[in-house]
């Protein structure tokens, strides 16, 4: 049978970089902060103006008259066409012109 020696007594060595560093961090003591710290970084809070109703005009019925004589004007100018512009140029074309496409018989290609 064999058995292993196991003792004790075995001197103690001392850490002497870790005494140190532990004496240093227990004596550190932190300056402390200056009660008005916190001027100029915090900004002072001041609530936004309410927001005021909206008030009808004093003279609604000649507004509308006005709205319904005015005649809707439309941009007849073409648009001038710069190159790679061939896109915006078709899709200028209208809502008549989209329906027509939509509305157009799909011709299916046959392949032999």
């Known amino acids: 049978a064999r058995a292993r020696g196991f003792s004790s007594s075995t001197a103690a060595r001392k850490d002497f970089i870790q005494d140190l560093y532990l004496k240093e961090i227990k004596s550190y003591k932190p300056a402390p902060a200056a009660k008005d710290a916190h001027v ?8 936004p103006p309410a927001p005021q109703p909206p008030t009808l005009p004093s003279d609604l019925a000649a507004e509308l008259s006005a709205y319904d004589a005015a005649e809707p004007t439309k941009a007849d100018a073409a648009p001038v066409k710069a190159a790679g512009q061939e896109h915006a140029a078709a ?14 018989d799909v011709k299916a290609e046959v392949h032999h």
Not at 40 to 47: E, I, Q, R
């Open 40 to 47: 100029g970084v915090v900004k002072a809070y001041a609530l």
């Open 91 to 104: 899709g200028a074309a209208g809502a008549d012109a989209f329906l027509a496409f939509l509305e157009a």
